[in-house]
């Protein structure tokens, strides 16, 4: 099965020790950094889990945090400590203690694997369904005839077998988890094709029906006009829409 989310960042500053857990990984695409230019390098959306050493680089775990969150919400961290560090770090998802164990290891990148897959893939199936839905009610006749609509239903069974896929993989725990931490635009969108898209503009026009992905006259569809307002271009409807961080959902069960 592939997933949207499918490689994973290693942030350790012994050659050594990032070496050998890139070995214990080696089932998944393992990506290495061993300073924090190199994680820039490494890191994008396609990024499912995280291992960072808590003290890498020169300014620490914070700024590899920051970046993991304004650029990739679905991406989950485990966080690699001495006994030492007194303070555990509430936003990595798990922590483990040196000295590191591979079935420990193994286990928690596993489990977070599937929860960020899960995070992208529950996000695209609610967004994309909400638009089915509109098309629904928007409908004079039967909206079946309609080519995109087709594809939007053949898309929402696609993600749904993905989604009962990775179910059984998970523990009741993990599902919590992403329904928690999960919101409607957290995650970049991904097209028929898996590939990555806006996070935030509708698919398209809310009264005319225009795709706002189809260019109009070798222009944009929709032009933006401030934080969630998008004017159509067809037809010069404006759309407004709320904050996407306050749109929540709950957890999915298959």
């Not at 304004?70 to 400590?81: D, L, Q, T």
């Not at 992208?120 to 994309?128: E, Q, S």
């Not at 928007?138 to 929402?156: H, K, T, W």
Request: aromatic share 8%; net charge negative.
């Amino acid at each position: 099965m592939e997933l949207p989310a499918s490689a994973i960042v290693v942030c350790e500053s012994n050659r050594t020790r990032a070496d050998l857990y890139g070995l214990w990984l080696d089932d998944r695409e393992v990506r290495q950094a061993l300073t924090r230019s190199q994680f820039v390098e490494a890191f994008d959306a396609g990024i499912a889990v995280v291992v960072l050493e808590h003290s890498f680089g020169d300014e620490g775990a914070e700024s590899i945090l920051d970046r993991v969150g304004s650029r990739a919400p679905h991406c989950r961290v485990v966080g690699v400590r001495d006994r030492s560090t007194a303070t555990p770090e509430p936003r990595y998802d798990r922590e483990i203690e040196r000295p590191v164990f591979e079935a420990e290891l193994a286990e928690s990148v596993e489990a977070l694997f599937n929860r960020a897959n899960y995070h992208l893939l529950l996000d695209l199936y609610y967004r994309t369904t909400v638009v089915i839905s509109t098309y629904e009610w928007r409908a004079d006749g039967d909206p079946s005839d309609d080519e995109r609509y087709g594809r939007l239903r053949d898309r929402a069974d696609r993600i749904q077998g993905y989604l009962n896929g990775l179910r059984p993989r998970m523990s009741d725990e993990d599902v919590r988890a992403v329904a928690r931490g999960i919101t409607i635009a957290d995650a970049a969108a991904v097209d028929a094709d898996a590939t990555i898209e806006s996070k935030y503009r509708p698919d398209g026009c809310s009264r005319c029906g225009q795709d706002w992905s189809e260019p109009i006259d070798g222009g944009d569809s929709a032009a933006r006009l401030a934080a969630y307002v998008w004017r159509c271009v067809n037809c010069g409807h404006v759309d407004m829409r709320a904050d996407p961080n306050h749109r929540h959902v709950s957890s999915f069960r298959r």
